[in-house]
């Protein structure tokens, strides 16, 4: 009897040891050969009128790889896993139906994943082997992609309050029973749809679908790293090794980082791609990030005859390389260069100068790294008249010709009240008079084509008369 009991408690420690065991290198994945920095199809059975989409989930010990599967009209989900025991894995399981986008917390105890109404939120609890009923979770959002990282914190995309575009990678703030989304902003989001992410277990890395210009097809994946600040560097295209000419989307990186899982194109055939990710995402870190503009310049004012001066703000540019690298240039967005009033410092960011017309400037300004590379973005400069002044407070000194001396182009103002009407009459030396008009505020008038030499302009307004000599050249 004793050794009878002895054999059961062998039997029953080796049962213990056996099942703990890891799986065997060449057994990862399925047993497929894993692919270098060249993407491949990861191979995943689906039933007849079904393929395999989305994102997947391994296990933490990697026994276990759930995926969906969908008809080609994307009507009809199912989830489906392979187990790995007694050396081999076995054939595919149906799990859940009418559910699809899920993911496994880290410590592979949950199951997320949303219906097929883009609105709710549900999660699965396993017990033991087996998973329970889907229950619903987050009920009051819009949630697609959902992420658990081993902090704990939530990322998922949705619409948030002040959402950039069709949906956005927002953070879940759980404060006692309140809970709130906050959308990540830029410049992980954008005007484009943000739907489909993945956060690794650490949050040191995201990678996450969107189209966006210079990408390579429909959406891309791109790759975005957590700063010390808790904000995201501006993202990066994860390239031709991985995205191609149609959609690239349901990003999953297994736990070391070693292999990122996607699919790639968005109706039948869509596969299922996985390619070796570790040394792309760790190089990607220290290659050069493109400047982008974080908070657009608001527009300004500026009054004729007083000096304007303007600065842009620090936060309006953002370079993850540092914004000590930046440098600025600054020029009208027709392209024209900034009126001769108007000076700008490239290295301060600064606008100074004394506007002597009324006038609206669109400018534009561009941030320039140490790359070369380059963000812009516009804003208005509004010349108006000083609200104070009245009209019968008019100054006979308000009368100016600028450029003076010309090689062609004069202006002449009447100063800063709005709605006056003066006339001129330009003379040469000899008295001859070359030019009359009637004009409102301001005038300018081409000389160009007339002798160079000494000019005098006779301004009339009302009883006053004001005379001024300018020099063409």
């Given at each position: 009897m004793k050794n009878l009991a002895l054999t059961s408690t062998l039997l029953f420690l080796f049962g213990i040891i056996a099942t703990s065991q890891p799986i065997p290198q060449d057994s990862l994945y399925l047993g497929q050969i894993p692919p270098g920095n060249v993407r491949k199809i990861f191979n995943l059975a689906a039933d007849p009128g079904y393929y395999a989409v989305e994102k997947i989930a391994i296990s933490p010990d990697g026994k276990e790889i759930y995926y969906?599967?969908?008809?080609?009209?994307w009507t009809t989900y199912k989830f489906k896993y392979y187990r790995y025991s007694n050396n081999n894995w076995n054939a595919p399981v149906n799990l859940f139906t009418g559910f699809y986008c899920l993911s496994m917390s880290p410590d592979g105890n949950h199951l997320y994943f949303e219906n097929n109404n883009y609105k709710d939120s549900w999660v699965s609890e396993k017990q033991g082997t087996t998973w329970n009923p889907p229950v619903r979770f987050l009920i009051p959002f819009s949630v697609h992609s959902l992420d658990v990282t081993n902090a704990g914190n939530y990322y998922l995309?949705?619409?948030?309050?002040?959402c950039l575009g069709q949906r956005d990678i927002c953070k879940l703030i759980i404060e006692n029973s309140d809970t709130t989304l906050v959308g990540l902003g830029l410049p992980v989001n954008s005007s484009a749809n943000e739907g489909d992410f993945f956060i690794s277990n650490d949050e040191s890395f995201m990678i996450f679908m969107s189209n966006r210009s210079g990408g390579l097809g429909m959406?891309?994946?791109?790759?975005s790293y957590k700063k010390s600040n808790d904000t995201w560097t501006n993202p990066k295209n994860l390239g031709t090794s991985v995205n191609t000419s149609t959609d690239d989307f349901g990003p999953y990186v297994t736990a070391d980082n070693k292999y990122l899982f996607y699919e790639s194109g968005y109706s039948s055939p869509s596969s299922i791609c996985w390619v070796r990710a570790d040394q792309?995402?760790?190089?990607?870190?220290y290659t050069n990030f493109v400047p982008y503009v974080k908070n657009p310049i608001p527009d300004q004012t500026a009054v004729i005859w007083q000096p304007f001066n303007f600065t842009i703000p620090d936060s309006t540019f953002i370079d993850d390389d540092g914004n000590g690298t930046l440098t600025y240039t600054a020029k009208l967005t027709n392209g024209n260069p900034l009126p001769a009033w108007?000076?700008?410092?490239?290295?301060a960011g600064t606008f100074t100068g004394t506007p002597m017309v009324i006038e609206t400037l669109n400018v534009r300004v561009t941030a320039t790294d140490t790359a070369g590379e380059t963000a812009s973005t516009n804003f208005k400069i509004t010349v108006n008249y000083p609200v104070s002044i009245d009209p019968?407070?008019?100054q006979p000194e308000w009368v100016r010709i600028f450029s003076n001396p010309t090689s062609g182009l004069i202006n002449i103002s009447l100063g800063p009240l709005p709605g006056i009407t003066a006339k001129v009459e330009i003379s040469n030396l000899e008295g001859e008079v070359i030019l009359k008009t009637t004009f409102s505020n301001s005038t300018g008038l081409d000389f160009s084509n007339k002798p160079k030499g000494i000019y005098f302009a006779k301004v009339s307004l009302d009883d006053r008369i004001i005379i001024r000599k300018f020099c063409v050249e």
């Open positions: 969906e599967e969908t008809n080609s009209s995309s949705s619409f948030p309050a002040g959406t891309d994946l791109y790759i792309l995402i760790d190089s990607l870190r108007l000076t700008f410092n490239t290295l019968i407070n008019w």
